[in-house]
T-cell receptor, first 116, second 110 residues
Framework: GAVVSQHPSWVICKSGTSVKIECRSL??????MFWYRQFPKQSLMLMAT?????????EQGVEKDKFLINHASLTLSTLTVTSAHPEDSSFYIC????????????FGPGTRLTVL | TQLLEQSPQFLSIQEGENLTVYCNSS?????LQWYRQEPGEGPVLLVT?????EVKKLKRLTFQFGDARKDSSLHITAAQPGDTGLYLC??????????FGSGTKLNVKP
């Protein structure tokens, strides 16, 4: 159990368009989901923490109007990159923690975003 | 600014050698985790350490949590090509916030 999926797995878009990435917990309820960004050969950087039914908490330096996060249910969170630019090209990874708590985060397989 | 610094950043060794990766911070963690990540995939959890001074073993991998819960190490004995990957430590603050270390890219040559 504890599988997290992301869709799409990769996306290529033109500069100025918006892209939505979905993160789903397939077999458990996730009260909290996390969004990370990972540039090539670098570590994961936490972008925001998303709790079901409430506004996301963004890390310092992350523009909340550019990276829109919606956590409408206990199994789905979405990240929308608005007006994407080439510098937004990255590997976006989500993770989810169980409603029952605990330290473990279950990671999705990631979404590769390339903005032309 | 990286809250957790890992060293070394890159490591290339021959099969059969031993290695140690370090994860350090000036902050105290609620707990700490180690992950391994393959290219193009999400990280996979290896271990969680909670108690200061704790040592956990996972086959050829030994994880240690510092007494002050500010640092940790990962030791691999007799490394194999299948151990190749990006190793990440993640410090957990206030029991719910995860921050990843800078990462150590390991390459084990056959």
């Amino acid at each position: 159990g504890a599988v997290v999926s992301q869709h799409p797995s990769w996306v290529i878009c033109k500069s100025g368009t918006s892209v939505k990435i979905e993160c789903r917990s397939l077999d458990f309820q996730a009260t909290t989901m996390f969004w990370y960004r990972q540039f090539p050969k670098q570590s994961l950087m936490l972008m925001a923490t998303s709790n079901e039914g409430s506004k996301a908490t963004y890390e310092q330096g992350v523009e909340k109007d550019k990276f829109l996060i919606n956590h409408a249910s206990l199994t789905l969170s979405t990240l929308t990159v608005t007006s994407a630019h080439p510098e937004d090209s990255s590997f976006y990874i989500c993770s989810a923690s169980r409603a029952s708590g605990g330290y473990e985060q279950f990671f999705g397989p990631g979404t590769r975003l390339t903005v032309l | 600014t990286q809250l957790l610094e890992q060293s070394p950043q890159f490591l290339s060794i021959q099969e059969g050698e031993n290695l140690t990766v370090y994860c350090n911070s000036s902050s105290v963690f609620s707990s700490l985790q180690w992950y391994r990540q393959e290219p193009g995939e999400g990280p996979v959890l290896l271990v969680t350490v909670v108690t200061g001074g704790e040592v956990k073993k996972l086959k050829r991998l030994t994880f240690q949590f510092g007494d002050a819960r500010k640092d940790s190490s990962l030791h691999i004995t007799a490394a194999q090509p299948g151990d190749t990957g990006l190793y990440l430590c993640a410090g957990i603050y206030n029991f719910n916030k995860f921050y990843f270390g800078s990462g150590t890219k390991l390459n084990v040559k056959p």
